[in-house]
């Protein structure tokens, strides 16, 4: 964007003089304006933004709960699957989603000291935890399909790494390709409502997050 010499909005006039000191707010202001609020200029200053401004908090905070409320029902609805052609399911190709999760220490020096009780209170431990870095690595997934628009992830590998000079913990890395499905119905009524908007739903909330206005 050119330098502008007057604010797009309301016209007043953009560091023009000695004892002006209007400037354009931030374009992430600007964007969140034209977002939320009626007004559609390309940018805003200082002298014009006040009510904009407030507006858009107001709505923020409001929006802000339940945008992640959606996010979070949406998420556990993109299937992760190890399958490179789901039969019925036409879809196209986004690109390849990765995620790494290292699962606390003391992991392997608990298999090692646990083997003759494999079956007991250690390996259900160990199991739990690598549960966990499974889970947070689907929910990583996830969470990157739906952001580049995509609503699933096929062909899903995961590989498990020792890592930390004591071998003490466990990496777990995964990686998929995320794909967009022509028809969200082959996942059943609850998954094709609520992945319809998903999209829009991270691109609101990162809106807000370049706000900084909710936290
Ligand atoms: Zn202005």
Redesign the pocket.
């Known amino acids: 964007m050119e330098t502008l010499t007057h ?1 797009p ?4 006039s953009l560091n023009g003089g000695f004892f002006s000191s209007n400037t354009l707010m931030s374009e992430e202001m600007s964007k969140a304006i034209n977002y939320f609020t009626e007004n559609k200029a390309e940018a ?2 200082r ?3 006040d009510k904009l401004v407030e507006e858009v908090k107001q709505i923020g905070n409001f929006r802000f709960p339940q945008l992640q409320a959606d996010l979070a029902a949406a998420l556990p609805l993109i299937p992760v699957i190890s399958l490179q052609q789901p039969q019925g399911w036409n879809y196209t190709i986004i690109g390849m989603v990765t995620a790494q999760t290292v699962t606390g220490t003391g992991v392997l020096t608990e298999i090692a000291s646990g083997w003759s009780d494999l079956l007991g209170a250690t390996s259900a431990r160990m199991g739990s935890k690598l549960k966990q870095g499974e889970n947070d690595c689907f929910n990583q997934l996830r969470y990157q399909a739906a952001t580049l628009g995509a609503n699933a992830v096929i062909g899903t590998d995961i590989d498990y790494a020792e890592v930390g000079t004591m071998k003490g913990m466990l990496m777990v890395c995964m990686a998929g390709t995320a794909v967009r499905l022509q028809d969200l119905s082959v996942l059943g009524t609850t998954a094709c409502h609520k992945l319809k908007n998903l999209k829009e739903v991270i691109a609101e909330l990162d809106i807000l997050r370049g706000l900084n206005l909710v936290e």
């Open positions: 604010c909005n309301c016209r007043s805003h200053c002298n014009c933004s």
